[in-house]
């Protein structure tokens, strides 16, 4: 899937045959200095570590872990609603809207065979 923005684009690659374990991600992106060089390079992540990627260089980052009611989303929900918190995060109303209209776009595209512009 492909997400074109104003000021760059997102390619999300998705693999149904991977082990459910298997949830590594990695992030591309170029920034410029305020000396006007490009920086370009990666965040790779997983469960147990954080890396800045550029070419063959990596640096780990520090990874906090989530407090035990925040590590899961089912947890987190269940936490929020028993003790009357706000949702929020990866589970908000307002991120999970957005990622139906993103799916649903997805599926019009590959129906019609032509991009689907978003609101």
């Not at 997983?46 to 890396?51: D, I, L, P, S, W």
């Not at 925040?70 to 929020?80: G, L, R, S």
């Amino acid at each position: 899937m492909v997400l074109k923005y104003k000021n760059g684009i997102n390619i999300f690659e998705g693999s149904w045959d991977l082990p459910r374990s298997f949830q590594d991600v990695e992030v591309f992106g170029s920034t410029t200095a305020p000396d006007g060089t490009l920086n370009r390079g990666s965040i790779y992540m997983t469960q147990q570590k954080v890396e800045l990627r550029n070419g063959r260089d990596k640096k780990d980052l520090p990874l906090t872990p989530l407090a035990p009611e925040k590590a899961d989303p089912i947890t987190f929900m269940v936490d929020a609603i028993k003790n009357n918190k706000p949702i929020e995060g990866i589970t908000a109303l307002e991120i999970n809207l957005g990622v139906v209209e993103i799916i649903e776009a997805a599926k019009e595209s590959i129906r019609t065979g032509r991009a689907v512009k978003l609101k």
